[in-house]
């Protein structure tokens, strides 16, 4: 979503800010800009292409200047349009860039125009711009703190004046910022990496935070208007993705990573301990009664995954709730219930503020599964396991999704451990089969052409079922959530027993059903299933395993993974349903990596 970058330099600061916004551009976004402080004027250079073609614009002006503001957009208030995208100006004196709605932009407008302002915008931005405007009386920080005050919602902000050429001023609440301290200059981002090679001294504003950057100063305040010191912490953060290599698409490079992704997850783990989620771990594991998982998307099917895991192995409850529900929803707290939210930013706006309603009602215990080690959520929770997935580009998640399995499974064990139930050899014998997940990926990876063959059969459907059951059927609803984003097909999932009490009335010649079949106890009745869907005319696509024990007939297509993986299965019949979404997209000819309308890191509500 919305990225920010700001600099405040004695050197021409558009290349900087340029290379800040493509390192954002993997979060998502619809259009893109620039302001500078250029000959004593406010200038800006707009753009709903990519940053590449803002680049040529700017090539084209020569616009430079030694303070500016750049940022990402990705439309909640107005359509992707240049008079919508950011940066928003106010009577030619202020340039403002944000991210996160502003709830109250209604009121504010209205106060505004009565006021003489004139909108250019259909955003809530532009009413913060022109609140700076109306507010200034010559400092640009004191005229910040003010304006926040009167805003209700969620924002990082970046602003700078045209009569305070060497100075920007930024705030946060509810979305990331971060400031890069150099030597006689400083800067602003939404994360570290957009200004990693510029900087590697970060400090990580706090909730309600003010902060002032001139040349040499840094100044911070908190929610209270107190000055405020932060940690400066040297970040070395990853400074993007990776060429493509012979991939056509990230999402294809992401999917074939995986083997590397999930060894590189698992690295270092030599046996099962608490304290490979920190060190406070044991004394938590031993007390907690139950979990509570909060999590959004992709990320909340890996939670609905491990809640079969942890009361299987573990034998401790689990509740899974969907992070945007469980905010606003009342509750009833457990203190002793251990909170862990998963996302693969760890800047998920939903599941942050999940996590703080959780912590609010009493529950201290929390962790967080996340990929990103300098995130939101990794500082604010009290344990972490860091995935090592490496930087996710495609939109839609797939190493992520599969390193966070990773990491659940190694949490269920050290769960059980803790708790006293799990043997030795038990531990032991899981541990091998996590180790071997890379080379169990790399065959399901093989399998590659006779996905595209289905692919090419089933991109021509406008629906989709998917089916599982018990453990696999979170990853048939990931399944299905991976078709729907990048292909466009509708796709539900169900649970295989669900499919007589409704689904069952959609099933026709034109609906094809696909199946997750590996061999486990609940196989024969999903078999049944299955024939209710046959009898109906319905095509079965059914991923099964070298135990599954069902062969491909009329209308019943199989693809049989090379090995019955046990628990760990549903890690590899999500790789197979990657591909299968993968391949129907591209014969689709939808943008696979930038799906309409998605962001890849969901900073707003
Ligand atoms: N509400 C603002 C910013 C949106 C945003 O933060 N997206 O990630 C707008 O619509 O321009």
């Not at 014998?429 to 169990?440: E, T």
């Not at 990876?445 to 021509?460: G, M, V």
Request: hydrophobic share 40%.
């Amino acid at each position: 979503m919305c990225g920010i970058v700001g600099a405040v330099a004695q050197r021409n600061i558009t290349p900087i800010l340029l290379e800040g916004l493509k390192r954002l551009e993997y979060r998502g976004y619809d259009s893109c800009g620039i302001a500078l402080h250029t000959n004593g004027e406010l200038q800006r250079s707009r753009s709903t292409a990519r940053v590449a073609e803002l680049e040529k614009q700017i090539e084209q002006s020569g616009l430079s200047g030694y303070t500016g503001i750049a940022h990402t957009r990705w439309a909640t208030h107005g359509v992707p349009s240049t008079d919508n995208a950011h940066p928003h100006f106010s009577r030619g004196r202020i340039a403002l860039v944000h991210n996160g709605i502003i709830e109250n932009h209604d009121e504010l407008r209205a106060e505004l125009q009565g006021l003489g302002y004139v909108f250019e915008s259909q955003t809530d931005t532009e009413v913060i711009a022109h609140l700076v405007d109306h507010l200034y009386q010559g400092d640009l920080f004191e005229t910040l703190q003010q304006a926040v005050k009167r805003l209700h919602g969620a924002y990082a902000i970046a602003v700078f004046c045209r009569d305070e050429p060497h100075r920007v001023v930024g705030a946060r609440q509810g979305s990331p910022l971060i400031v890069g301290v150099g030597q006689g200059e400083n800067f602003l981002a939404s994360d570290a990496m957009a200004i990693a090679g510029t900087t590697d001294q970060i400090i990580y504003l706090e909730e309600g935070d003010v902060v002032d950057l001139q040349l040499q100063r840094c100044w911070i305040v908190d929610a209270n208007g107190q000055a405020v010191q932060r940690e400066v912490r040297t970040v070395h953060a990853h400074t993007g993705a990776a060429d493509l290599g012979p991939y056509r698409h990230y999402m294809q490079k992401e999917i074939f990573e995986q083997p590397r992704a999930i060894g590189d997850t698992l690295e270092g783990v030599t046996g099962i301990m608490p304290e490979l989620f920190g060190d406070k771990a044991y004394g938590i594991f031993k007390k907690i009664d139950s979990l509570l998982i909060l999590a959004c998307g992709t990320s909340y099917y890996a939670g609905l995954t491990a809640k079969y895991w942890i009361e299987s192995i573990a034998k401790i409850p689990v509740q899974v709730e969907v992070a945007s529900e469980y905010r606003y929803r009342d509750s009833v707290p457990n203190p002793n219930s251990l909170v862990v939210t998963i996302s693969q930013s760890g800047e998920t706006a939903d599941t942050l503020a999940a996590l703080k309603h959780a912590r609010s009602l009493g529950m201290e215990h929390t962790l967080t599964i996340c990929n990103v080690s300098t995130s939101a959520m990794v500082r604010e929770c009290e344990l972490a396991y860091i995935t090592r997935a490496g930087v996710e580009v495609g939109v839609a998640s797939t190493k992520a999704f599969t390193t966070q399995l990773a990491a659940l499974f190694l949490l269920t064990l050290a769960l059980a451990q803790s708790k006293g139930r799990i043997t030795e050899q038990q531990e032991s014998d899981h541990l091998k089969a996590m180790r071997h997940l890379p080379v169990a990926i790399s065959a399901v990876l093989a399998l590659e052409p006779q996905i595209i063959a289905w692919s090419e059969d089933f991109a021509r459907y406008e629906n989709a079922l998917f089916l599982g059951r018990g453990m696999h059927y979170p990853i048939a609803l990931e399944g299905a959530l991976k078709l729907k984003e990048i292909s466009y097909i509708h796709a539900e999932a169900y649970p295989a027993g669900e499919l007589k009490h409704g689904p069952l009335a959609l099933v026709t010649k034109e609906m094809p059903v696909v199946t997750v079949a590996p061999k486990d106890s609940l196989l024969e009745k999903l078999k049944s299933n299955m024939q209710e869907v046959r009898a109906r005319g319905g095509e079965l696509y059914v991923f099964a395993d070298a135990d599954s024990n069902i062969i491909s007939s009329e209308g019943v297509h199989v693809i049989r993974l090379p090995e019955n993986y046990g628990q760990l299965s549903p890690i590899l019949h999500t790789v197979a349903l990657q591909l299968l979404a993968y391949h129907t997209a591209l014969a689709r000819g939808t943008d696979v990596d930038k799906p309409r309308n998605l962001a890849k890191s969901v900073t707003v509500e």
